[in-house]
């Protein structure tokens, strides 16, 4: 059974997540702990839990849930996988971090990649990986049907959806993402976003003023 724990870190009020099951191996979603108090309750919850750290993932590579990256690879000693079309996406975040008050970011690199239709694994748990550009155009979202959960980073949110004005959105393509990708998954499905509280797909297909389906 995994379970999930979310932590709001920086000043985007990005929500990073944790998820990890009876076994204790925990994978790190989307670390956008800067300041030192945010990587102490991020670590002592972890050491609390006893927890190990097998893996780390990025939904997309956007700075808001980058800037954890290198502590968590220091801390401990796991390998960062994205989506490979978001690699350009990361790599763009050390030349405009100062600029957004970030002066002590790390820079990093992915050493593997997602690709939809593969699988995370961690201890007796998994999760399916679904490619859904649009706010970035690697993003991804991490699937567990028997839990109903998908963890959706910023593609949707309570009663919203994900900037499209950055570089390589597109407004079209991410309304294709949610329709399309997301809102078969069924309507009782709990959505962990990249921001805000969670949500339902049931909820934002029948309500969402972006994307409804009527």
Known sequence: MI?????????????????????????VVDPGCYENHEKQELTEFISNKELKVVQLLNTH?????????????????????????????????????????????QTNVAESFLEEGNKIRFGNSELEILFVPGHAPGHVAFFNQKQQM???????????IGRTDLPG???DTLINSIQQKLFPL?????????????????????HNPFCAVK
């Open 186 to 206: 069924g309507d009782e499905i709990t959505v962990y976003a990249g921001h805000g509280p969670t949500t339902t797909i049931g909820h934002e297909k029948h």
């Open 61 to 105: 590579c956007h700075i808001d849930h980058v800037l954890g990256n290198q502590f968590i690879k220091d801390t401990y000693g796991v390998e960062l996988a994205i989506h490979p079309s978001d690699t350009p996406t990361l790599k763009s975040v050390e030349v405009y971090a100062p600029q957004y008050g970030f002066p002590n970011y």
């Open 150 to 160: 998908l963890v959706s980073g910023d593609v949707l949110f309570q009663n919203s």
């Open 169 to 171: 959105g597109d407004f």
């Open 3 to 27: 379970e999930i724990k979310s932590f709001t870190f920086n000043p985007f009020m990005e929500n990073t997540y944790l998820l990890f099951d009876e076994t204790k191996e925990c994978i």
